[in-house]
Each structure stands twice: as C-alpha cells, then as structure tokens.
C-alpha cells in the first residue's frame, strides 16, 4: 500500500507526552515538515524553552541547546553571531518569552537578531500547573488568579508580538492561530515565511501561535479549540504584523 | 617574539583573551572594569571575533551560552553586583558542561556598594554562587603579568575540563598599570569539541541540556561532575609561596592583599622578623596539600583579606588544628597600607612570643 502520511524525516519516533489536544504536537509537526521541505535538518540548531516543550529535543533530530527559563533569544544570539552560517529559532512560550524573558526576546529582536522566534501563546503557564500568565485573559481564571484576572490587579494581557513589530530590527511579525484546519495551514505558511526571512538574512522574525491548553484550561479539547476561536482570537488578532519584505516592494 | 610594554590590568586580561583564541565577547557595563568591553570592542573586529554589549549581564552570560554551544571560545566580564546575575547560566553552564571565561573584578559590597577594590565575592566565587552541586575553577591572579597568563590558562582549563572558570580579580587589580611580557599562548593538547552545535550535518542532532527529570539519572550526572572535580583537585591547586622556609609567622592572602602583605612582609623581614606569604592563585581547587606542608613548619597564620573574613574558612579547612589562624581583614573596599599589616604582624609577633 501506498504511504500518503508519515511522520517528518527529522522527528525521531517517539510518542509526545503532551497532553491530548495540546497545542505544542500540532506546531512541532508543523515546525518538522518544514525542517524536511526547506531542507533544514543538517543546518539548523533549536532553542528550546523552560515549559512544556522542554522535552522538544526528545522529538527533533537536530542540534539544540536547552536555555534558563526566558533566556532562549540571548543564547540563539550567541549561537548565530559564533556561527552565522547555521539557521537558529527559540521555541518559547508566553510566560518564557513575554514574562521572565521580555528583555532579551526584545534587545534581540531590537538589534534585528537573525533568529526566529516561534512563540506558542496558551494563555497560562502550562508546565507549571495552569499559573497566570502575562497573556492570561481578563476574567480568565487561574490557579494564581483564581478569580479570574482583574485588570486592576494583574493588569492586561501582554502582547509582546505587538512591542517586536514596532522595533526597527523586526523583519516579520505574524500571530496565527491553530483553531482550525485552515489556520494550522497559515500557521505553517507563517513560520516558513519567518525561517525564509532569516535565511535571506533580512532581520528578526517572530511567529506568535495562540494554542490550546485544555489541561489547564480545563476544557476538553473541542471547547479548547473553541476558547481559542472565540476568546483568544479576539484578545490577540491573528495577521501579519509586521513584513518588510512587503513594504521593500511597495 | 615577546614584547615589555607597560599595561593596565583590563587591557591585559582582554588581550591575553584574544591571544588565547577567544573570538566572543559578551558583557555589560560596569566599574570597575569597564576597560575590558572597551578593549573588546575595538579589538574584536580587528581579529574577526564578535563583541556585542548585551542589555543586561543575565543576557550577555546567556549569549555566552550560546557561543560556546557553536564551539567558539568566549568570554564576559562584570564586577559584583554583575557576576551575581550570572550565577543562573553559570549553574546551566558547569551542568551542559560548557567552556567559557569569566572575569569577576570585585568591587565594594554588599549592595550596590562601592567602587573600590575589595574581596567580598569569595564566598560566592568559590561555593558555587548559583543553584545546584557544582564547582567550578576560580584563579586569582596576584600581578598584571599574572593576569595576562592565568587568563589565556584559563581558556585552556575550561576547554580541557569543559566547564566554565572564574577569573577573580579586583579593582586594584584592573586599574593599576605595570609592564608585562606580552607572549604567544603556550600549545596545549586540549580534546577535540565533539559537543559543539554546528548543524546535525551526517549525524544525529546533539542535545546540550540539564533537565533530567529522572532522579537516578540526575545523580549519575552529579556523580559524572563529581568525578570531573575531583580530577580538578588534584591537577589545577596552584599557589606562591614567599620566603615560607624559616618563616614563624605566615600570612596568608590572596590577590591585590597578598601584594600588600608582601610589602609588610618585607618590612617585617628588615626589621629581623621571620614572616612569609602563603599566597593562594587557585582559590577553587584551593592548594590544601601545600598550605598544609607550610603550617607543618610555622607557628601562626595570619589570614588577611579585604573582607571580614571568607577565605580563612578555607584555609581552617586545610589545616584543621595544626596551627593557630589570627585574621585581619579591611571589608568595604578600604585599601589597607602594608605599613597597617606589619603593625599587626608585630604585634602577633610579640603578643604570641613567637
Ligand atoms: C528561573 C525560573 N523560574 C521559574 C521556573 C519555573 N517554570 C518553568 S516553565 C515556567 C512557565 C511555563 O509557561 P510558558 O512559558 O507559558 O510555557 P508553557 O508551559 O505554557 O508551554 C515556569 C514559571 C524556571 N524553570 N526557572
Ligand atoms: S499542560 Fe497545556 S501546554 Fe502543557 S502539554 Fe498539557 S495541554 Fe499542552
């Protein structure tokens, strides 16, 4: 019989021990077929954060060096600037890159760093048992705002993503959403934008994913995906932010 | 082909630096060792090399990281309050088992303190400083010659244990100027770099990490560590001694203090003393075996530090009861004069019918 699906050539086979419905298996498939389609696997090193996806070395065969928590945008610049040959992305989620984190993804991204930043929005801190996060939601309920965040309190929700496309470093800022089939494809259209950015050496590019956490969500996964279509999206956008690519042709 | 020219001690480390192969530089400002990034900076491109002033010292001691995950030889700078937001990475560092170089030029604490040279960081230099069971070699260097050669050796000791190392210095250390023999790094067989990250090309992708969630496993890596810092022990303590043979009362002190003990020392000695210096260069492995040999011989110790008191816990440690420690110390970054140390020197001397 004729194999149509397989898993991508540079994940090793190894089941995720993400949570069913969590957002982090569909990105890292995403992020696997295009090490495979652009030919990635022997020139790219990871980043991968302090989070849930901490273990993302147990599922790619490539090069990665595990960062302090909020750290990964210092490390992949060192990484780049030692050896500008390689191609260099962080994987960080919103309480790694927009909390502990903010001032390197910023000063990266601000000195135009040519990295890429894959930055997985789940609204909470997943590994850590469902804190809030700088992301977290008005009214969303927490373990550590459990009467749902107040602005007065916790303040708003963070969007980082919004900060990097006004600094002149950025080249390519976008935030998509896996809420559906459709949008899984134009997360993948985005994160191959910003990796091609980085190998034409333009500038910084930051792909922000608003993804499902059912766990600490306490959803099951179906109304997790409807969270996302229907609280998360209207918090943060989806869209291209920032692409000067566009504006160089304009 | 060496040249003598006459050098400040930031200028020496920074150079010796490049000599010695390191082609990235990371740091932040801050005094007193501000003349290290500004060397880098203009030197660095000159030899093809990376300088780039980080936002912060967590940021710079992560770009580290990085660099030394690509194989390149690295190297930051800072002084106290600095060197104590780089203790997270250097935890992550000693564990990924990671070469990199640090400079630690010690000013006046706690707080944000002062600029004055003190020794205040001994403690934190020599007992980890960040999380976790691990070690990590700390050289104090005693002259600007000395600074220049144990900074290219330390390039050398972190490449050969993969681990990073402490260059402990102070202000006096970094501002004062003297002529120095300015050399090529000497070879050393050092093991290739088979961990480096340069892209999986014709084999499979290697893990640099820390997290190991499982708690046999992570006391085999500590075992692992351990094992590696016991080698340390026995082949890096390294020390001076100063006219210790005769000697009745030595005082021993390490850096910019054994300078100034030295002064004393020699006063002490015209004026018919039998005094001599036990200076430490290694303070992490600190040299047990050969300040043991010394108390063996003397009478007392006279341990004297710009601080109130960090090293003599170590020095106690060596030696246990087999001889009597009195200690002088001047914490806050006050500069005690030799003439203050041969005045506590005569005084033991006397009080202690040596
Ligand atoms: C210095 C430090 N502080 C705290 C932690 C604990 N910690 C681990 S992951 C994490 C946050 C995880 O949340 P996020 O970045 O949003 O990623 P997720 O797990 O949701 O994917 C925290 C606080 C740590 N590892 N290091
Ligand atoms: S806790 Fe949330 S983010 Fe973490 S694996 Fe489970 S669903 Fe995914």
């Not at chain 1, 050896?83 to 790694?96: A, C, E, I, R």
């Not at chain 1, 927490?142 to 009467?147: E, G």
């Not at chain 1, 470093?169 to 259209?189: D, F």
């Not at chain 2, 046999?216 to 560590?225: H, V």
Request: glycine share 10%; net charge neutral; aromatic share 6%.
């Amino acid at each position: 019989m004729e194999k149509i699906f397989s898993r991508p050539a540079c994940m090793k086979p190894a089941p995720f021990h993400y949570c069913p419905g969590c957002g982090h298996s569909i990105i890292h498939r995403l992020i696997g077929e295009l090490i495979d389609e652009m030919n990635l696997r022997e020139n790219i090193v990871c980043v991968p954060p302090c989070g849930c996806a901490v273990l993302a070395y147990d599922y790619f065969d490539i090069d990665m060096v595990e960062a302090a928590h909020g750290r990964g945008c210092a490390v992949a610049t060192g990484l780049k600037r030692a050896n500008p040959s390689l191609m260099v992305f962080t994987y960080q989620g919103d309480g790694d890159i927009s909390a502990i984190g903010t001032a390197e993804t910023l000063h990266a991204a601000n000195r135009g760093e040519l990295i890429t930043s894959i930055f997985v929005n789940n609204a909470v801190y997943g590994m850590t048992g469902g804190q809030m996060a700088p992301t977290t939601i008005l009214g969303q309920k927490t373990t550590t705002s459990p009467a749902g965040r107040s602005a007065r309190v916790e303040g708003y929700p963070l969007k980082i993503t919004e900060l990097i496309a006004q600094l002149d470093g950025a080249a390519y800022v976008a935030r998509n959403s896996l809420a559906t089939p459709a949008k899984v494809n134009a997360t993948k259209k985005s994160i191959k934008k910003a990796l091609e950015i980085q190998q034409q050496g333009i500038g910084f590019s930051l792909v922000e994913i608003l993804s499902p956490c059912p766990t600490n969500w306490k959803v099951n996964a179906l109304e997790a995906f409807k969270y996302l279509e229907d609280v998360m999206e209207k918090e943060f956008n989806p869209g291209v932010l920032k692409d000067i690519t566009k504006s160089r042709k304009a | 082909m060496s040249d003598k020219v006459l050098m400040k001690g930031t200028d020496a480390i920074a150079e010796a630096a490049i000599r010695a192969g390191c082609r990235c530089y990371f740091g932040y400002p801050i005094t007193p060792q501000n003349e290290i990034p500004e060397y880098m900076a203009r030197r660095m491109p000159e030899v093809g090399g990376v300088f780039l002033q980080g936002e912060s010292e967590i940021a710079s001691i992560n770009m580290v990281h990085g660099a030394v995950a690509a194989g390149v030889r690295t190297m930051t700078s800072s002084s106290s309050p600095g060197i104590s937001l780089k203790q997270e990475c250097l935890s992550f560092l000693a564990t990924q088992e990671l070469p990199a170089v640090i400079v630690n030029i010690m000013r006046g604490g706690p707080g944000l303190g002062n600029i004055a040279p003190n020794q205040g960081d001994y403690y934190q230099a020599t007992r980890g400083g960040g999380h976790g069971d691990y070690r990590m070699p700390v050289i104090a260097p005693g002259s600007i010659q000395e600074l220049y050669d144990l900074t290219m050796d330390a390039f050398d000791i972190a490449d050969k244990f993969r681990s990073p190392v402490l260059i402990l210095g102070d202000g006096m250390m970094g501002q004062m100027m003297e002529p120095i023999v300015i050399h090529e790094k000497p070879e050393v067989e050092l093991p290739e770099k088979d961990y480096i990250l340069d892209g999986a090309r014709g084999r499979h992708g290697r893990v640099l990490k820390s997290l190991i969630l499982n708690a046999r496993g992570m006391e085999e890596q500590n075992w692992k560590l351990k094992r590696k810092y016991d080698l340390m022990r026995q082949e890096l303590p390294r020390c001076e001694e100063y006219m210790t043979d005769d000697a009745k009362l030595v005082v021993v002190a390490y850096g910019t203090a054994a300078r100034i003990a030295k002064g004393a020392v020699k006063r002490a000695r015209a004026g018919g003393l039998q005094v001599g210096i036990f200076r430490p260069v290694t303070l992490w492995p600190f040299p047990d075996s050969a300040l043991l040999e010394v108390a063996k011989k003397a009478k007392l110790f006279l341990v004297f530090e710009m601080s109130t008191g960090q090293m003599i816990d170590d020095v106690k440690l060596a030696v246990g009861n087999r001889i009597e420690c009195e200690f002088y110390g001047r914490p806050g970054g006050v500069i005690p004069q030799p003439k203050e140390i041969e005045r506590i020197i005569e005084r033991l001397w006397l009080q202690k019918e040596l």
